[in-house]
């Protein structure tokens, strides 16, 4: 079995930063790529950013120049920088990663961590 845990979410003032952390723990023969996800309240799951196995990076339009994902594929983590935050960015933040685990290749997702961008 593979859990995926987020960290690093909290209440952050207009301007200000948060890392957030995502940490893939279990029976994991490798991880490919591996993404974050964030649902507002009265909104769907929306995409922000996602990292290849060998670092290749994509963002949303409304994240790009903000935001930036990384990884550690040692410890089998993927972090989200995020700087300059908006109230509008406030959400549950979700990781995502696509990995194989006992000769099987699967999708999974972390239990969410609450960002709140608010003065």
């Known amino acids: 079995q593979v859990q995926l845990v987020e960290s690093g979410g909290g209440l952050v003032q207009p301007g200000g930063s948060l890392r957030l952390s995502c940490a893939a723990s279990?029976?994991?023969?490798?991880?490919?790529?591996m993404a974050w996800y964030r649902q507002a309240p009265g909104k769907e799951r929306e995409f922000l950013a996602g990292i290849t196995r060998t670092g290749s990076a994509n963002y949303a339009d409304s994240v790009k120049g903000r935001f930036t994902i990384s990884r550690d594929n040692a410890k089998n983590t993927v972090y989200l920088q995020m700087n300059s935050l908006k109230p509008e960015d406030t959400a549950v933040y979700y990781c995502n990663a696509d990995y194989w685990s006992s000769g099987s290749y699967y999708t999974g997702w972390g239990q969410g961590t609450q960002v709140t961008v608010s003065s």
């Open positions: 279990g029976s994991i023969f490798s991880i490919n790529a």
